[in-house]
């Protein structure tokens, strides 16, 4: 039998084990809760963009020195994407840098300032593939020479001259022409080179045969080109032959004072020129002016000498050539084939 004191012993522990417990549950923080579970729900697709096909052309472009502008086509053929344009050098400019379909944008290019070729791109781009345009822009040495062609230069010679014009605008040097004869009978002056826009003096020496004669000049310039360092123009000289006439009767054609009709037969002794016949205005001779050739003849006439002393007066033939588009007469200029037939009339 367990004893009353005892048993309060126990019941007093038992209430501190109660209270200790209480007092350790009253200061614990209380559980967070438990979040409710989120919905499931199916991935997101990828994202994609449609592929597409395009045609550009050209694929190259070679261009002046001076720049200027110059066309792209470019061209859908399937898909319905649109394309990105750009350019891989400063002095390359595109009128539109992308478009949504088929377009023909342009691009422009600064002048090259230096003798070199430079080369650059342009590069097309849309989903799925590119195209590129390689643009090759030649130095900026060119010139054009005027005039090319010579044809009608006498045989006794002349001087001649030739513009030489330059196209580019250089910044610097390093673009001069050369002039070199490909005939010895034609000959540049001192110089034969210069720098920019300038004249070309030649001369073509007398032709001593009666067969005509043709040679060349070149200017010549560098081009910039790697293949083609050189550019040229060539000038072609053509030259007559010599020409010769005989005249009968000639020297001095002796007139009755009464005067009359006399004609004068021409015979070529060399070439293949043509003779023009007139007389002196101050003399009394009444004939037209008269052309002709090999065998031909002119016909004067004098009229009746009234004064009661000897006239003399002139018939003169110069030679030369129908040249041109209208066939005109050229007198060949020099006094050397001047024929001369002295007329002389008797007094009354």
């Keep these: 039998m367990v004893s009353c004191g005892r048993l309060r012993i126990v019941c007093q522990a038992l209430a501190i084990v109660e209270l200790a417990a209480l007092v ?66 400063d002095w390359i400019f595109l009128s539109s840098n992308s478009g949504s379909g088929t377009d023909a944008p342009t691009f422009f290019l600064r002048g090259n300032p230096d003798v070199t070729t430079r080369t650059a791109s342009i590069t097309i781009a849309w ?39 330059l196209l580019s605008n250089l910044s610097g040097g390093g673009c001069r022409w050369h002039a ?82 006399f004609t004068v037969r021409m015979t070529r002794t060399s070439g293949a020129c043509s003779w023009r016949a007139g007389y002196d205005p101050l003399g009394f001779l009444t004939t037209p002016t008269k052309y002709g050739g090999d065998g031909d003849t002119f016909t004067f006439t004098v009229d009746r000498n009234s004064t009661g002393t000897v006239i003399n007066y002139n018939v003169y033939v110069t030679l030369g050539f129908f040249t041109g588009y209208m066939g005109k007469f050229r007198e060949i200029p020099d006094p050397r084939l001047l024929i001369t037939i002295t007329v002389r009339q008797a007094a009354s």
């Design 180 to 261: 070199t004869s490909n005939a010895d009978w034609i000959t540049t002056d001192s110089a034969g080179s210069s720098d920019g826009n300038s004249s070309l003096f030649y001369r073509v020496a007398e032709n001593p045969s009666g067969t005509p004669r043709t040679g060349t000049l070149t200017v010549s310039w560098p081009s910039g080109n790697a293949t083609m360092p050189t550019a040229s123009a060539t000038i072609t000289v053509t030259q007559f032959g010599a020409c010769a006439y005989s005249a009968s009767p000639g020297g001095t054609i002796d007139v009755p004072a009464a005067g009359g009709q």
């Design 127 to 165: 989903s799925g593939g590119s195209a590129t345009v390689t643009i090759s822009q030649l130095g900026g040495c060119r010139y054009t020479v005027s005039p090319t062609q010579e044809s009608d230069v006498f045989p006794n010679g002349d001087a001649k001259q030739a513009q030489i014009q």
């Design 24 to 89: 350790a549950c009253v200061s614990r923080p209380p559980a967070a809760p438990t979040p409710p579970a989120a919905p499931t729900s199916p991935p997101a697709p990828p994202v994609t963009t449609a592929g597409c096909s395009y045609t550009v052309s050209p694929a190259t472009q070679e261009v002046d020195p001076t720049g200027g502008r110059y066309p792209l086509t470019i061209t859908r053929t399937t898909g319905t994407c649109g394309w990105e344009a750009g350019a891989s050098a």
